[in-house]
């Protein structure tokens, strides 16, 4: 009996990131699925069940990520876990509310290893 693949779904306007994430988690026997335009984000989490959300928490085109309610909500009905990344410092208050929504976070410039020990934290197999 094989065990389920993973479903990694990454959102950022910065095709390094993008790709930088999909090729580390890729190598990890996960599913993933990156979007650079809110709206594709959206349409992915419509159309799949994800184990894993990844977001910037500003998208192209106004749109973005930023309330953290809303990330909250995602978490509770589209997916098990999300990590929010930001370029900017995160305020106590904004980490608080993170926290209080169950929302894993991390600063730009990310380090990879950090997004793999959240994986590892939240049961994504995570090969080194």
């Given at each position: 009996m094989g065990h389920e693949i993973k479903k990694i779904l990454i959102t950022d306007n910065e095709e390094s990131i993008l790709a930088s994430l999909s090729y580390?988690?890729?190598k990890n026997e996960v599913e993933v699925t990156s979007c650079s335009e809110?709206?594709?984000?959206?349409?992915?989490?419509?159309?799949t069940s994800y184990d894993l959300l990844i977001?910037?928490?500003?998208?192209?085109?106004g749109r973005v990520f930023k309330s953290l309610e809303l990330l909250g909500f995602i978490k509770r009905h589209f997916?098990?876990?999300?990590?929010?990344m930001s370029k900017y410092n995160w305020r106590e208050g904004e980490a608080?509310?993170?926290?209080?929504?169950?929302?894993?976070?991390?600063?730009?410039?990310?380090n990879i290893q950090d997004?793999?020990?959240i994986c590892e934290r939240i049961n994504i197999p995570i090969n080194e």
């Amino acid at each position: 009996m094989g065990h389920e693949i993973k479903k990694i779904l990454i959102t950022d306007n910065e095709e390094s990131i993008l790709a930088s994430l999909s090729y580390a988690l890729q190598k990890n026997e996960v599913e993933v699925t990156s979007c650079s335009e809110f709206e594709q984000a959206v349409d992915a989490l419509m159309a799949t069940s994800y184990d894993l959300l990844i977001a910037d928490i500003a998208m192209p085109g106004g749109r973005v990520f930023k309330s953290l309610e809303l990330l909250g909500f995602i978490k509770r009905h589209f997916c098990s876990e999300v990590i929010v990344m930001s370029k900017y410092n995160w305020r106590e208050g904004e980490a608080e509310m993170c926290r209080l929504h169950g929302l894993n976070y991390l600063n730009k410039p990310l380090n990879i290893q950090d997004v793999l020990t959240i994986c590892e934290r939240i049961n994504i197999p995570i090969n080194e």
